[in-house]
């Protein structure tokens, strides 16, 4: 069956790993009917955590797309990871949702977590409920965590509920909208409503008022009516909440024991009463910030905001249709490769449970599998008028690890399966570094990579071994110097002979000629390693000929490649050649290369030369609490603290940071601060790095030489 537009709603469940996410959704799915029985994280049998892995290791560690009937509308719940590791998986689903289900543990109060997450929900501007779970936890505080959810979040958190009892025997939930209250049976499910007792009205009245004022307050005929009747209607109400909702006015705070099927089914009839549909959020979806209307009648746009590789099937294609909509057989072109894709099937998701369907309207979220050409943030649009939807950012890497395998049979299977990994998480990225001699897996965090790690070896049967990365230093000079080299070698055939005098300098931009010789010719190249390389011809009287300029320049760029420190690539340079010497038979192209190569070398060491580390900017967000042990642990690596502010709740530091000492960072931090921190680091410069350090680079260098 396909859901008009407005019967629509896409629901994203988020929050500290461990609040109860997975456990919420299950309820969710068993409230509706969608399962007849619901299973627990613990004993591995939820909809939502299908994968091995997740099973293992008991959390969620991808988005799960679920679907649930409620009354006349389809709701259509992603359940995501709740670990930092796993931001990507956060953001593609907010790039496909309108309301965010936050949920907070109700023994543990606010967590890093959510706070965190509250950021990026910022960022979607995605309208937001607050769910206070496991209520009935020994631990449970709904006052804490309300007041906790109120200083970190702001006054438009507006509690609609609240427990009148918490912890074991917690089966009683006041709620301040409906103005009734609900009882719930040992085994959870649907309540009894029964009035709230006197000594419950004034608190409940109180809350109701406040919701009703926060209502009345997004729209102006609303708000003249709450002036004149001091109330509002119940039509009037759900109105003035949908539009505070979708406008981020109002974050409602509901109450839940998942664990014992306690309050969900009443988030579900809010989300199906009040809730923003595709319809209702004014969506910049496309390119260019344009808003993109989810009219079912307009031509076709499709974006594939998750894929998955499955063993036997192939590619698994997450989309939503953002505009008009899909039947089975359709041929959509997409935006981004021209090329054609035809959708043979289409299907709803219940976690690893896919279900046919004929028809998926503007709005709604499915599967397909098997596209030939399209991959996730891809476009897919039928009609004349291509529309592209903005790609989802995926933050950016935060921890680098060399990878190799112990069989070098295997590492074709590894850069395959890696690729694979890529397609479905991009917030992993592998880098064939030329300049390292290393394949680089980038990612979120060491969790990130050891779960990617640990996938090869499970689902592919590759030992993936990390290694440190090596550090792309750069090498330069710092004074001017003077060398020659005359290369001769007369042994039994061809000899070879080429004498070369070179001036090797510093290079800046708008530097003077070399004094007191003669250019003949320049060229000025960008490296593309970064910096640049000036080459200047300056023999005057033919004691070279011009036939051997690209020779000596060869011969100097293949030492430039591995400089002559350790073996990094050399930049920012000035060589002028201004003298040498030939011989009729035994100069030849390679003698003045070997010349050219062996003078760069020594006039580089004679020049002051020096080893460049990359800086990052760094940026800190952590608690105050937190901050002496992060400045601390930043200034034990060669830190310069470049300021410090406020971020919202953090304080943010700011600082340049060699890219050496951030090896494995983000777990550091974690520990350090008990995951109180969150960090962005970015390429900034390079930067010489200091003597001492200099010294140990070399040695270690000159000792990989030796052996
Ligand atoms: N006491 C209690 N435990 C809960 C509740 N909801 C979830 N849990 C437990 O909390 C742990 C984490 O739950 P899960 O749903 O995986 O959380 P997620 O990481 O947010 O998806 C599991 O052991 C659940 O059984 C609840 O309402 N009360
Ligand atoms: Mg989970």
């Known amino acids: 069956m396909s859901y008009e537009t407005k019967k629509i709603r896409n629901v994203v469940l988020l929050g500290h790993s461990g609040c109860g996410k997975t456990t919420f959704s299950e309820t969710m799915l068993f409230e509706a009917g969608a399962i007849a029985r619901r299973g627990r994280v613990e004993d591995g049998n939820t909809v939502s955590d299908y994968t091995n892995i997740e099973k293992t290791r008991g959390n969620s560690i991808f988005t799960s797309l679920m679907n649930a009937n409620w009354r006349d509308c389809k709701i259509n719940i992603v359940d995501t990871p709740g670990l930092d590791d796993f931001a990507g998986e956060v953001v593609s689903a907010l790039s496909v949702t309108d309301t965010a289900v936050v949920i907070v543990n109700g023994a543990n109060g606010v967590e890093v977590g959510t706070e965190l997450l509250w950021e990026t929900i910022g960022d979607y501007q995605t309208p937001a409920l607050f769910v206070i779970n496991q209520l009935d936890h020994s631990k449970a505080s709904y006052e804490n965590t309300l007041e906790q959810m109120r200083e970190r979040f702001g006054p438009n958190v507006i509690p609609f509920q609240y427990p009148l009892n918490q912890g074991g025997d917690f089966n009683t939930i006041v709620d301040a909208l409906r103005m009734t209250m609900y009882v719930f049976g040992p085994d959870g499910g649907k309540p009894e409503k029964v009035a709230i007792p006197d000594s419950e009205i004034g608190r409940a009245q ?10 009345a307050e997004n729209d102006e005929g609303l708000m003249e009516q709450f002036f004149e009747a001091g109330s509002l209607t119940e039509e009037e109400l759900a109105k003035g909440l949908t539009i505070a909702l979708a406008k981020q006015e109002i974050f409602p705070v509901f109450c839940c024991s998942a664990i014992n099927n306690m309050g969900s089914g009443r988030i579900m009839g809010f989300i199906n009463d009040i809730a923003p549909s595709p319809a209702d959020r004014e969506n910049k979806a496309l390119v260019g910030g344009e808003v993109l209307k989810p009219d079912p009648n307009d031509a076709t746009t499709l974006f594939i905001y998750k894929t998955i590789s499955e063993p036997k099937v192939g590619n698994v294609s997450y989309f939503k249709v953002f505009s008009g909509s899909l039947k089975t057989g359709d041929e959509l ?31 709604d979220l499915g599967v397909t599998v098997k596209l030939k050409h399209s991959h996730t943030n891809n476009t897919l649009f039928s009609g004349s008028k291509e529309k592209v939807i903005r790609p989802i950012r995926f933050p950016a890497p935060k921890i680098r690890m060399a990878v190799s395998t112990p069989s070098k049979s295997d590492i074709e299977k590894m850069t395959k399966a890696l690729h694979i990994l890529q397609e479905e998480d991009p917030t992993i990225q592998l880098e064939h570094s030329r300049e390292l001699k290393q394949m680089i897996l980038h990612g979120q965090g060491q969790l990130h990579l050891d779960i990617a790690k640990y996938r090869l070896e499970k689902v592919y049967g590759i030992n993936l071994v990390f290694e440190d990365p090596r550090i792309p230093y750069r090498e330069t000079i710092t004074k001017p110097a003077d060398a020659h080299y005359r290369h001769k070698k007369q042994s039994g055939g061809s000899g070879q002979f080429g004498e070369v005098h070179m001036r090797i300098e510093p290079y800046f931009e708008g530097m003077p000629e070399p004094e007191g010789l003669t250019v003949r010719s320049s060229e000025i190249e960008d490296l593309p390693w970064g910096g640049k390389f000036a080459y200047y011809w300056c023999i005057v009287g033919g004691s070279i000929d011009t036939k051997f300029t690209q020779a000596i320049r060869k011969g100097i760029m293949l030492r430039m490649q591995e400089g002559p420190l350790t073996g990094s690539p050399c930049i920012d340079i000035r060589v002028s050649i201004y003298d040498g010497k030939m011989h009729p038979v035994d100069s030849n192209d390679m003698a003045f290369q070997t010349a050219g190569s062996i003078a760069f070398k ?7 030369s020096q080893i460049l ?7 800190v967000l952590c608690d105050s609490e937190v901050m002496g042990e992060v400045m601390s642990d930043l200034q034990t690596r060669r830190a310069i603290i470049m300021g410090m502010d406020t971020e919202g709740h953090y304080q943010k530091i700011k600082a340049k940071v060699p890219l050496a000492e951030l090896h494995k960072y983000s777990s550091s931090l974690r520990s350090l601060t008990q995951g109180k921190a969150k960090f962005s680091q970015e390429f900034e410069e390079y930067s010489l790095v200091p003597g001492d350090v200099q010294q140990r680079l070399m040695n270690q260098y000159k000792g990989e030489d030796d052996s």
């Open 613 to 619: 580390e990359p800086i990052y900017r760094l940026e």
């Open 333 to 363: 072109e997409n935006a981004q490769n021209r090329n054609s894709e035809r959708f043979n099937q289409i299907f709803v998701a219940n976690g690893k449970e896919r279900t046919l369907v004929n028809e998926l309207k503007a709005g």
């Open 602 to 608: 020594q006039g580089f060491e004679l020049a002051g």
């Open 206 to 215: 109180e809350m109701h008022n406040a919701l009703v004022e926060a209502a």
